[in-house]
């Protein structure tokens, strides 16, 4: 019995070390330095150092100066990383009628004068609840809206959206898209250098 105990623990000891101490370290050492952004959650700040969120997860804009971004079916709150999830309800669930309603008419609301189709990534939550990505459709769609709350050129508004549009990934999956998040601090900060 001691035959096959002794190398049993010994060989849980190795293993205990080499997966639960030395690989964790090494990868964290790697990721640190050669990918810190990344590793450190995509952290964003605003021109005054603070922390205002990650680059990966969507944001609540609700203020009619920003461009909205894709609706969030996570709970207790929009947006909670905790509880990632789409809402489960199927096309035929009247709470799915009622809440893309709600969102056609809130965005209505705050743009009254927009006739342009309202593109399906404002009014339907992803997949996650967390996509903090909105569609090419629907940046244009609020450029109108953001011109005319920050007395700005459409033209300059375009050129802002172009800026931070990223490309399909490895040029090959999905499509182009422009991180909510990113851009509405692009608007702030282009508002503080107009000043």
């Given at each position: 019995m001691t035959t096959y105990l002794k190398p049993a623990l010994i060989l849980l000891?190795?293993?205990t070390l080499v997966t639960g101490v030395i690989y964790p370290a090494l990868v964290t050492v790697f990721a640190q330095t050669l990918f810190n952004f990344q590793a450190n959650g995509s952290l964003l700040k605003n021109p005054q150092g603070q922390l205002i969120g990650s680059e990966l997860i969507g944001q609540s804009f609700s203020d009619p100066h920003y461009f909205w971004g894709r609706p969030s079916a996570?709970?207790?709150?929009?947006?909670n990383a905790a509880a990632s999830s789409g809402s489960n309800l199927g096309p035929t669930n009247p709470a799915l009628s009622a809440a893309i309603s709600a969102r056609i008419q809130a965005l209505k609301t705050?743009?009254?004068?927009?006739?342009?189709p309202i593109p399906v990534d404002l009014i339907t939550a992803s997949g996650s609840g967390l996509d903090p990505h909105i569609s090419l459709a629907a940046a244009e769609y609020?450029?109108?809206?953001v011109a005319k709350m920050r007395k700005l050129d459409e033209e300059i508004l375009?050129?802002?959206v172009d800026a931070y549009t990223e490309d399909r990934q490895w040029f090959v999956f999905g499509e182009p898209r422009i991180n909510v998040l990113k851009l509405n601090i692009a608007l702030?900060?282009?508002a503080v250098n107009s000043k």
């Open positions: 000891l190795l293993l996570t709970g207790p709150y929009p947006y705050v743009d009254p004068d927009n006739k342009l609020q450029i109108n809206r375009r050129e802002l702030d900060q282009q």
